[in-house]
């Protein structure tokens, strides 16, 4: 006669050594402390996140820094106004922080035994809710202009962005944009269509014309719109600065 053996489903065999140790009713009650532990911890971080702060540095334990996360107000000063972000506080910031960037939050405070505050975020002015006047980063401030990358989320900027955003650096950078889309403009205008034969001195007539109607159109869609340069609003929470 053979014999037959039940197959051993280890699932069961862990519910043995378990209960062993835990009554079920134990196990329910510690995991609810833990969940409801982890859960006043996560408030505690967003209620920092939402609230205004002033707080300028943290008093993070140097030796546990990575170098690659620790960026000065000017590198960051010069990534914004190349691609038109802003740096602000993170009460302005509008959509959802992932849940990923709370953990490194909660990571970085029980590495260096800390809590940590004054969040920024680097970001696009649409991602923000500005007081009227594509690729977030979080960070906390270390001290001395000093910032540290916490968490970086969301789909990287065009890779056109830099390029596209140029002529919004400066008034300077703007003038030149003009100049430059003004006299192609003018190019382009057939020469017989205001004399039979067009001089010199006539096309570069065309063209200033061509230069002040742009101009013109500028100067009006910018106050209109309450538009700046990115020099002036890398770290303005108005929208219209």
């Not at 050594?17 to 006043?40: G, Y």
């Not at 003004?182 to 057939?190: D, E, G, Q, V």
Request: glycine share 2%; charged share 25%.
């Amino acid at each position: 006669m053979k014999l037959i053996f039940p197959r051993t489903d280890i699932r069961k065999q862990l519910l043995k050594v378990r209960n062993k140790n835990f009554k079920e009713d134990q196990i329910l009650k510690q995991v609810t402390a833990i969940l409801a532990e982890a859960q006043a911890k996560d408030d505690i971080v967003l209620k920092e996140l939402q609230q205004e702060s002033n707080v300028n540095e943290n008093d993070f334990d140097i030796d546990l820094l990575e170098s690659d996360r620790i960026f000065h107000v000017n590198d960051i000063y010069t990534i914004c106004i190349n691609y038109r972000l802003r740096f602000l506080d993170t009460r302005f910031f509008k959509s959802k922080i992932p849940y990923e960037a709370l953990m490194e939050i909660k990571k970085l405070e029980q590495t260096h035994k800390i809590s940590l505050k004054g969040f920024k975020i680097i970001a696009p002015s649409s991602l923000f809710k500005l007081e009227n006047a594509d690729d977030p980063l979080l960070f906390a401030p270390i001290g001395n202009d000093y910032y540290y990358l916490i968490h970086k989320w969301g789909n990287d900027l065009h890779p056109f962005r830099k390029l596209l955003m140029w002529p919004f650096k400066t008034l300077e950078n703007f003038a030149v944009f003009l100049l430059a889309t003004s006299f192609l403009t003018a190019l382009l205008i057939p020469e017989g269509l205001f004399t039979p034969q067009q001089t010199t001195t006539q096309f570069f007539m065309i063209f200033f014309f061509v230069f002040k109607w742009f101009a013109g159109l500028s100067i009006f869609y910018g106050f209109k719109m309450g538009k700046n340069f990115s020099t002036e609003i890398w770290n303005s929470k108005f929208y219209n600065a």
